[in-house]
């Protein structure tokens, strides 16, 4: 899709694996898959060409469901990726960055996630009208802004 992005990448998921679902985007969702991998790279320029991992990409509404995603995900929709860039920093200083130029990069939300076990991720999304939106998701709700 971009230099540093593929498709395998934006639609890999263990969990599909292990389930055994088919992650295949339809014809719809390809150039939302796109438009995501030229954000995630524009995301990559400005930390210094650090690598950017996908965590989670693109997900087809079985998978969405089997891993408890919300109903209006994102991902549904190939708008979102789940990353993280160890070689830069960790989640909050790389949601920290991301949100002071969310217009720059076209975000339209960046949310820092972690879940029970302790993981932790930022969330970034690309849509036609970016928004603009930071949050931090914690015991189970969306605070404004990136939150330590």
């Known amino acids: ?7 395998d990448e934006l639609i890999a998921s263990q969990t599909a694996e292990k389930k055994g679902i088919k992650n295949i985007p339809g014809d719809d969702v390809m150039a939302h898959l796109q438009r995501t ?13 650090v690598s950017v991992h996908v965590l989670s990409g693109y997900r087809c509404p079985e ?8 109903k209006n995900s994102q991902h549904l929709l190939g708008q979102a990726a789940d990353i993280v860039a160890p070689g830069f ?4 200083t790389l949601a920290g960055v991301i949100s002071m130029n969310a217009k720059a990069l076209g975000i339209d939300k960046v949310i820092k ?10 969330h970034v999304s690309f849509r036609l009208n970016p928004r603009h939106l930071s949050f931090t998701y914690r015991d189970g ?6 939150l330590a």
């Open 141 to 146: 709700k969306y605070l404004k802004g990136i």
């Open 89 to 92: 920093g960790d989640v909050h």
């Open 37 to 49: 991998a030229e954000g995630l790279e524009r995301i990559r320029s400005l930390i210094g060409n």
């Open 1 to 7: 899709m971009t230099e540093h992005f593929s498709l």
């Open 113 to 122: 996630e972690k879940n029970l076990e302790g993981s932790e991720w930022v």
């Open 63 to 70: 998978l969405n469901k089997a891993i408890g995603g919300v």
